[in-house]
């Protein structure tokens, strides 16, 4: 069961961030009071109402979205406990039944799974969520060092660890694995932790930590697959040997060099799990050749 205070709650809809009615059922759904789909229906039904009234311009449905998106993010900034379930219910919010808006605006256009730029659908396609959710990982990325900061002094989980987090979950497996958004960003942390001038290796080590912990293997098929920055598996052992490098550095705190050497194993230990997986599928394919040849 996942348990936030009931003042949280309160406080985001005292801020206008969720009606009571939504959070009413997100504290039910996480408290395992209703179910899933029940959760779904009742924190979209702003949404739902918006594109039923909709007569083309597509503002206010835009705004319901934001709006259901945005306090969605805040679980996963906030409530990290809840990672899972916000994942089960983007899943289910995305298998509602498809809205037909031909004629009128779009909501927004996206790259997809497949890498093809088309319209969002509603509701298949989550539209505004990701788009909401690339611009809060930006916006935790410009302000990690002061938002975090302030976070450890009230004794708090900081949101950039959190994002990080239920990123990282959500990439390695479940509906949303794999997702370039999430791999992108897995990239991109690892690769600012062992940035030269290292000013924030206090927040950004401990983040490379978290993916490599809980999507190690993933990461690594995706550095060297899919990843548009320059990559390779050279440039996946440089960054190896610089956490390496930093955990043997006595100017780094003690604490950030011990979480470096344990980024540098996982880093290895990815690498050597997809190089067997790919020997394993080497073998299956050559014998399943020479089958066929017989």
Excluded at 75 to 83: A, D, K, N, V
Aim: glycine share 6%; charged share 25%; net charge negative.
């Amino acid at each position: 069961m996942t348990t936030i205070p009931d003042t949280w709650f309160d406080q985001e809809v005292q801020e206008e961030i969720a009606t009571i009615d939504q959070s009413t059922a997100m504290k039910a759904y996480l408290n395992g009071n209703i179910q899933v789909d029940e959760a779904a229906r009742l924190v979209t039904a702003e949404v739902l109402q918006a594109a039923q009234e909709e007569e083309g311009e597509a503002e206010k449905l835009e705004e319901k979205l934001c709006e259901l998106w945005g306090f969605i993010i805040d679980f996963i900034l906030e409530c990290p406990s809840s990672h899972a379930k916000i994942i089960d219910l983007l899943l289910t919010i995305s298998q509602f039944p498809h809205i037909d808006r031909t004629g009128k605006d779009s909501l927004e256009t996206f790259e997809d799974v497949n890498g093809i730029v088309r319209e969002s659908q509603l509701w298949e396609d989550l539209p505004r969520f990701w788009s909401s959710l690339s611009d809060y990982s930006a916006s935790e990325a410009a302000w990690r060092e002061l938002w975090t900061k302030s976070s450890l002094e009230r004794g708090e989980n900081p949101s950039w660890f959190n994002m990080n987090a239920f990123a990282a979950t959500a990439f390695k497996s479940g509906p949303f694995a794999g997702r370039r958004l999430f791999g992108n960003w897995g990239c991109y942390v690892l690769r600012e932790a062992v940035n030269p001038h290292r000013e924030l290796v206090g927040i950004d080590v401990p983040a490379a930590q978290i993916w490599m912990q809980s999507a190690g293997a993933e990461l690594h098929h995706f550095y060297l697959m899919g990843f548009k920055g320059e990559s390779s598996p050279e440039t996946w052992v440089e960054l190896q040997n610089a956490f390496r490098n930093m955990s043997n550095d006595d100017t780094v705190d003690a604490t950030i060099r011990e979480k470096a050497a344990d980024v540098a194993a996982a880093m290895e230990r990815a690498a050597a799990t997809n190089e067997r997986g790919a020997y394993k599928d080497l073998q299956i394919t050559l014998a399943y050749v020479g089958e066929q040849g017989r």
